[in-house]
């Protein structure tokens, strides 16, 4: 019904900068919030970022000051842009995306996520 397809993890050193994004398509009528999770190996998936349809953000406050969200409500994409990354920021990281589907699927709610994209920060 929904699908994301994320892009732009990858390998850099620490104090490199990336940018992570996730498009959504599908049988959506309206999204509502977007956001990053990840995952790092033996931990939980914790929340990176996320932004709602007005522009309202939140941080994990291990990533403030060095990460930035935006979205574009047009495209149904969410950009994450990390900066000054860290090797603690190493980790998959997942595009979450919520909101309304189609009439043709009775204005039903959805969550969705990305399969995930790798981001290692390793010098």
């Known amino acids: 019904q929904v699908q994301l397809v994320e892009s732009g993890g990858g390998l850099v050193q620490p104090g490199d900068s990336l940018r992570l994004s996730c498009a959504a398509s599908?049988?959506?009528?309206?999204?509502?919030?977007m956001g990053w999770y990840r995952q790092a190996p033996g931990k939980q998936r914790e929340l990176v970022a996320s932004?709602?349809?007005?522009?309202?953000?939140n941080f994990a406050e291990s990533v403030k000051g060095r990460c930035t969200i935006s979205r574009d409500n047009a495209k149904n994409t969410v950009d994450l842009q990390m900066n000054n990354l860290k090797p603690e920021d190493t980790a998959l990281y997942y595009c979450?995306?919520?909101?309304?589907?189609?009439?043709?699927?009775?204005?039903?709610?959805?969550?969705?996520w990305g399969q995930g994209t790798r981001v290692t920060v390793s010098s």
């Open positions: 979450n995306v919520m909101g309304t589907l189609d009439s043709a699927h009775a204005y039903g709610s959805f969550t969705s």
């Open positions: 599908g049988s959506i009528l309206m999204i509502d919030a």
């Open positions: 932004i709602t349809t007005s522009g309202d953000t």
